[in-house]
């Protein structure tokens, strides 16, 4: 089993005089903890779907996992990529040279490492769930994202990302027992210990067409799930 990790990141002018980025060093750390990794400046939405389709094309074997990990900024409606802003349906459709594999059903990770206005009535991880289901509904036969990880904070400092993000990598290296729900929620749970901002994973639910939300529950003041506590999914 392989897990293959693309960094797409988009930094501002602002991030990149102050040295305020991460792709070299999470590009190394993948590599260190054993995973098949590159990393990628993204500056234009153009550049980032050309990624994206140039990631689709990714040789991978039977148990071959892919991760497309985005650092970025954002808001409750989208990203930044460059100039250019990207809406979660955008997102979405950009990813569907991804999404079209067959093979990586059940296999496709996204980790999306951005500031999101949780407070608002939609936020942006409730926007993303809301395009795939629709996607799901319109092209069945679509491999959506088994995981997907967004930061649940209206505030993402920069060494508290490159902190956790470490913790999830590190995580996620330990064979197949690192993908149950049980597994990452004690990942989750590591991660709001060290107080190193609200990091959540929704988990793609076939058979009820929609994600599961798993939270960190020390940060958010949340019980442990229903589902989680009887060891169902």
Not at 52 to 63: P, R, Y
């Amino acid at each position: 089993m392989s897990i293959w990790v693309y960094i797409l990141e988009s930094p501002s002018p602002k991030d990149l005089v102050g040295g305020r980025y991460t792709v070299t060093g999470l590009e190394s750390l993948c590599r260190i903890y054993g995973y098949k990794s590159s990393a990628f400046r993204v500056l234009s939405r153009a550049e980032f779907e050309s990624r994206l389709k140039f990631i689709a094309q990714t040789e991978t074997s039977n148990d071959d996992w892919i991760c497309v990990h985005l650092d970025c900024h954002g808001d409750e409606n989208g990203i930044q990529m460059g100039s250019d802003y990207v809406s979660t349906d955008n997102i979405v459709e950009a990813l569907k040279p991804i999404l079209q594999r067959d093979d990586l059903r059940g296999k496709f990770i996204l980790i999306i490492s951005a500031c999101f206005a949780r407070a608002l009535e939609l936020p942006f991880s409730l926007r993303i769930d809301r395009s795939l289901s629709q996607l799901d509904r319109s092209e069945p036969r679509l491999s959506l994202p088994e995981y997907i990880f967004f930061y649940d904070d209206d505030l993402v400092k920069y060494r508290d990302a490159v902190l956790s993000c470490a913790i999830l990598y590190r995580s996620l290296d330990r064979g197949v027992t690192s993908f149950l729900p049980t597994s990452i929620y004690d990942t989750l749970k590591r991660m709001a210990r060290a107080r190193l901002g609200n990091m959540i994973c929704h988990r793609w639910d076939g058979k009820a067409n929609r994600y599961r939300q798993l939270y960190p529950p020390l940060v958010l003041g949340r019980k442990v799930p229903k589902h989680l506590r009887n060891g169902k999914v």
